[in-house]
C-alpha cells in the first residue's frame, strides 16, 4: 500500500523514528558475524583474498569494513530487495515520510536507473511525452525506446560556455498549444534541477499545465537537489511540494508524479545510490514496482542500499544546517567575485530568474576571460597545482558546486588557489612592452619597442579558448 504523503514535520515522535535507521542497523548486525557464503560474491569479507599478494591494495581501496559490508543475502536473512516486507520496506517509508512521497524506491544503479524505471512506469500512460530538452541522456534514450511519440521543447541558446538552460516558456506555450488543438500530451519530463545551475519553479509550472489537462504523468530528474527538501527556503519549489501543492489547491486533478534524486550528488550517500519518489494512487506505485523489477539488477548493493537509509536520516536531522552552510559557502565565493577579490574571474548567474526558473544559489559560474586562459586550464592548474577539483568548465565559464561535503577549510583552500592563480593571470601581461608570444606557432604579437595592442583582452580570450598558450617575455630578458 502506498505511503500517504506529508510535510516534513519536526514534532518530536517524528523525529526520533527518523533517527532510525532500520535498514544500515540490519546490515551491521550481519557485518558482525562471520558467515560462510556458498552462495556468491567471493569478495564478501574478504575471503577470495585471504592469501592473495593483491590484499592489500584492495583493503587500501575499500578497507575491511566495506569487504564485510558488500554481502549477497536477501530474504529472510536481511529484505528482499524487489517485495520488501521487513528493515527495506521500513526504511523506504521513512524516506517516503522524509521527502513527502506516497512511495520511495532505493536503487543503487544510478539515477539513469531511477529514470529508466519511471519511464517505464508510464510507458501505459505516455502516448504523447513532452520532454524538456535539456534532460539528462538517460531520459532521451528511454523516451526513444517507448514507441511513443516523443517531442522535444525547451532549450535556450548555448551560453558562451556552452552551458544549456531550458526555454521553459517555449515548453509551457508548446504544452498548452497541444491541448487547445486537443491532442493533449499525456506525460511530461522535466529537468528540475540543471547540472549548469537553474532550478525551475515546479508549483508554477504544474500550475499552469494543469490549466489545460485534468490527469497528466509527470517526470522530474531533480538529481542535484536532493537535499534542497529539507531547507525550508528550498523546500517550496521541489517536485513533490509541487505536487503535494497541486493535491490540496486543486483535488480535482490527477497527477502521476515520479521524482528522482541523485543522494550522492547532495547527501552523504555511497555513489549510484538514488531515490526514485512517486506520488500517486496505489496503480502508480505498483507500476512502478513492476518496473523496477523489469530493469534493476537482481544484485543489488547492500552498502548502497544501507548509505541511503544513513543519508535520510542525517538530511532530517542535520539537512537544514548542512544546506545553511553550502549556501553560506556559495555567497562567499560570489562576494569574493563581485567585490573584485578575484581579479579575472567575474560571477556569472546562469540565467536572469523567471516565472518559471532561477538560479540554483548553491552553484557559482565563473568568467575566467579577464585572466586570458580557458575555463579548462583554469580547472586544469587548480587540480595539479592546488589539488582542487572542479567538474565542470567550458569555454572560458566554470563550475563551482559547493556541496555538503565543502568544509571551511575547502573554502579557504579555494580561495587561496583562485587568489594565486588570478595573481598569476594578471601579472602575466603587466610587465611593460616586450615578448608577447602566441604558441603555436611562436611568431610575436609584439616585440620589444612595441606596445600592447588595444584589443589585448579579445586577442587573449580568442588564443586561450583555442588551445594556443601566450607567453609575455620581458624586453632585455635572458636567453634560455
Given at each position: 500500500m502506498a505511503h500517504r504523503a506529508t510535510m516534513p514535520r519536526n514534532?518530536?515522535?517524528?523525529?526520533?523514528?527518523?533517527?532510525?535507521?532500520?535498514?544500515?542497523?540490519?546490515?551491521?548486525?550481519?557485518?558482525?558475524?562471520?558467515?560462510?557464503?556458498?552462495?556468491?560474491?567471493?569478495?564478501?569479507?574478504?575471503?577470495?583474498?585471504?592469501?592473495?599478494?593483491?590484499?592489500?591494495?584492495?583493503?587500501?581501496?575499500?578497507?575491511?569494513?566495506?569487504?564485510?559490508?558488500?554481502?549477497?543475502?536477501?530474504?529472510?536473512?536481511?529484505?528482499?530487495?524487489?517485495?520488501?516486507?521487513?528493515?527495506?520496506?521500513?526504511?523506504?517509508?521513512l524516506a517516503a515520510e522524509a521527502f513527502g512521497a506516497d512511495h520511495t524506491f532505493f536503487l543503487t544503479s544510478g539515477t539513469t536507473t531511477s529514470n529508466t524505471v519511471a519511464l517505464?512506469?508510464?510507458?501505459?500512460?505516455?502516448?504523447?511525452?513532452?520532454?524538456?530538452?535539456?534532460?539528462?541522456?538517460?531520459?532521451?534514450?528511454?523516451?526513444?525506446?517507448?514507441?511513443?511519440?516523443?517531442?522535444?521543447?525547451?532549450?535556450?541558446?548555448?551560453?558562451?560556455?556552452?552551458?544549456?538552460?531550458?526555454?521553459?516558456?517555449?515548453?509551457?506555450?508548446?504544452?498548452?498549444?497541444?491541448?487547445?488543438?486537443?491532442?493533449?500530451?499525456?506525460?511530461?519530463?522535466?529537468?528540475g534541477s540543471s547540472y549548469d545551475g537553474s532550478l525551475l519553479q515546479l508549483p508554477a509550472l504544474f500550475d499552469a499545465m494543469f490549466d489545460h489537462v485534468d490527469t497528466l504523468d509527470v517526470l522530474v530528474d531533480e538529481a542535484w537537489?536532493?537535499?534542497?527538501?529539507?531547507?525550508?527556503?528550498?523546500?517550496?519549489?521541489?517536485a513533490l511540494a509541487a505536487g503535494r501543492h497541486l493535491r490540496i489547491t486543486r483535488p480535482d486533478k490527477k497527477l502521476r508524479l515520479y521524482v528522482t534524486h541523485s543522494a550522492h550528488k547532495s547527501m552523504s550517500a555511497l555513489r549510484q545510490a538514488s531515490f526514485l519518489h512517486v506520488l500517486g494512487d496505489g496503480d502508480t506505485v505498483r507500476r512502478a514496482e513492476r518496473a523496477l523489477y523489469a530493469v534493476h539488477t537482481t544484485s543489488p548493493s547492500l552498502p548502497i542500499l544501507a548509505s541511503l537509509?544513513?543519508?535520510?536520516?542525517?538530511?532530517?536531522?542535520e539537512g537544514h544546517?548542512?544546506?545553511?552552510?553550502?549556501?553560506?559557502h556559495a555567497q562567499r565565493l560570489r562576494t569574493l567575485l563581485d567585490d573584485g577579490l578575484l581579479p579575472g574571474l567575474v560571477a556569472v548567474e546562469?540565467?536572469?530568474?523567471?516565472?518559471?526558473?532561477?538560479?540554483?544559489?548553491?552553484?557559482?559560474?565563473?568568467?575566467?576571460?579577464?585572466?586570458?586562459?580557458?575555463?579548462?586550464?583554469?580547472?586544469?592548474?587548480?587540480?595539479?597545482?592546488?589539488?582542487?577539483?572542479?567538474?565542470r568548465g567550458s569555454g572560458t565559464r566554470i563550475l563551482f558546486n559547493i556541496h555538503a561535503g565543502v568544509t571551511d577549510a575547502v573554502m579557504d583552500r579555494?580561495?587561496?588557489?583562485?587568489?594565486?592563480?588570478?595573481?598569476?593571470?594578471?601579472d602575466r601581461f603587466d610587465r611593460g612592452p616586450g615578448f608577447l608570444i602566441p604558441y603555436p606557432p611562436g611568431v610575436p604579437l609584439t616585440v620589444p619597442g612595441e606596445q600592447y595592442p588595444d584589443n589585448l583582452d579579445e586577442l587573449l580570450r580568442s588564443f586561450r579558448t583555442s588551445g594556443v598558450d601566450v607567453f609575455a617575455v620581458p624586453a632585455h630578458a635572458p636567453s634560455a
Open positions: 514534532d518530536p515522535d517524528t523525529t526520533d523514528r527518523q533517527s532510525s535507521t532500520p535498514f544500515a542497523d540490519a546490515l551491521l548486525r550481519l557485518t558482525s558475524t562471520e558467515v560462510a557464503s556458498v552462495h556468491a560474491l567471493p569478495l564478501s569479507q574478504g575471503h577470495g583474498i585471504a592469501g592473495s599478494r593483491f590484499r592489500q591494495k584492495y583493503l587500501a581501496l575499500v578497507g575491511q569494513a566495506y569487504l564485510h559490508a558488500d554481502v549477497s543475502f536477501s530474504s529472510p536473512v536481511i529484505d528482499s530487495f524487489f517485495k520488501p516486507r521487513g528493515c527495506l520496506a521500513a526504511a523506504q517509508r517505464t512506469a508510464m510507458a501505459p500512460y505516455g502516448r504523447r511525452i513532452l520532454v524538456d530538452r535539456t534532460a539528462h541522456q538517460s531520459v532521451h534514450f528511454g523516451v526513444d525506446r517507448s514507441g511513443a511519440e516523443v517531442t522535444y521543447a525547451g532549450m535556450s541558446p548555448r551560453s558562451p560556455g556552452g552551458f544549456v538552460h531550458g526555454d521553459i516558456e517555449a515548453f509551457v506555450e508548446e504544452f498548452a498549444e497541444a491541448a487547445r488543438q486537443d491532442r493533449p500530451y499525456h506525460a511530461v519530463v522535466l529537468n537537489s536532493a537535499l534542497n527538501t529539507f531547507h525550508p527556503r528550498l523546500r517550496a519549489t521541489t537509509d544513513l543519508a535520510r536520516a542525517q538530511a532530517v536531522a544546517a548542512v544546506a545553511e552552510r553550502c549556501l553560506a546562469p540565467e536572469a530568474a523567471s516565472r518559471w526558473s532561477a538560479p540554483d544559489p548553491a552553484k557559482v559560474v565563473c568568467d575566467s576571460s579577464g585572466l586570458g586562459i580557458s575555463a579548462q586550464d583554469l580547472r586544469i592548474r587548480m587540480f595539479h597545482e592546488h589539488g582542487i577539483y572542479a567538474s579555494l580561495e587561496r588557489a583562485l587568489s594565486e592563480l588570478c595573481a598569476s593571470g594578471t
